[in-house]
Nanobody
Framework: QVQLVESGGGLVQPGGSLRLSCAVS????????MAWYRQAPGKQRELVAS???????NYADAVKGRFTISRDNARNTVYLQMNSLKPEDTAVYYC???????????????WGQGTLVTVSS
């Protein structure tokens, strides 16, 4: 079974930086897409960043130029580097692994338990 464990959240001042990690129990080489989502209290969960085959990346407009998603296949880990943090970035951040059913592989849609990021003076 594939499991995801997020870490790296915490309290940071506006303008500061944090690096989130998502450790995957299996090999991320066989996963088509990894992504970070976030959800603030009373808000809808939103996609923050994703990384797919060929290490192509996509970002929400609100984080472009500030956040960077990356993979380390050798360590089976996905990262989210967050710079120039703003109070509106405060949320629980979730890691997601997604793969459609393909020959020899089952479908995959797995979520981590989340890590809290609080941006406040």
């Amino acid at each position: 079974q594939v499991q995801l464990v997020e870490s790296g959240g915490g309290l940071v001042q506006p303008g500061g930086s944090l690096r989130l990690s998502c450790a995957v129990s299996g090999s991320i080489s066989s996963i088509f897409a990894m992504a970070w989502y976030r959800q603030a209290p009373g808000k809808q969960r939103e996609l923050v960043a994703s990384i797919i085959s060929g290490d192509r990346t996509n970002y929400a407009d609100a984080v472009k130029g500030r956040f960077t998603i990356s993979r380390d296949n050798a360590r089976n880990t996905v990262y989210l580097q967050m710079n120039s943090l703003k109070p509106e970035d405060t949320a629980v951040y979730y890691c997601n692994a997604n793969r459609p059913k393909v020959l020899g592989l089952s479908a995959l849609d797995v979520w981590g338990q989340g890590t809290l990021v609080t941006v406040s003076s």
